[in-house]
C-alpha cells in the first residue's frame, strides 16, 4: 500500500496498474503496452506524426499540452 488515496474508483484502478505492472493498452504500430490509455494515445503521435494538441495559429501540433503552450508564446 503506498498510501495514496482516490475520490473515485476509477482513478484508483488506473493507479493500481502502477503497483502491478499491468499494461492493457497496446499500440497496434509497434506493439508496446501502456497502463494508462491517454499514454497510448500521446505515443501513437510518434507514429502518425500528429499531435492531440493543436495550435490553433498554425499547423502545428503537439504531443502534451505543456510543449503547445511553450510554442504559443513564439506566436505572441
Do not use: I, M, Y
Request: hydrophobic letters at 20%; aromatic letters at 8%.
Amino acid at each position: 500500500d503506498c498510501g495514496k488515496s482516490f475520490v473515485d474508483s476509477s482513478a484508483f484502478n488506473r493507479h493500481r496498474r502502477v503497483h502491478s505492472g499491468r499494461e492493457p493498452f497496446t499500440c497496434p504500430d509497434c506493439g508496446r503496452d501502456f497502463a494508462d490509455k491517454s499514454e497510448l494515445n500521446r505515443h501513437r503521435s510518434v507514429h502518425t506524426g500528429k499531435g492531440p494538441f493543436d495550435c490553433p495559429d498554425c499547423a502545428k501540433s503537439f504531443s502534451c499540452s505543456s510543449s503547445l503552450n511553450r510554442h504559443r508564446r513564439l506566436h505572441s
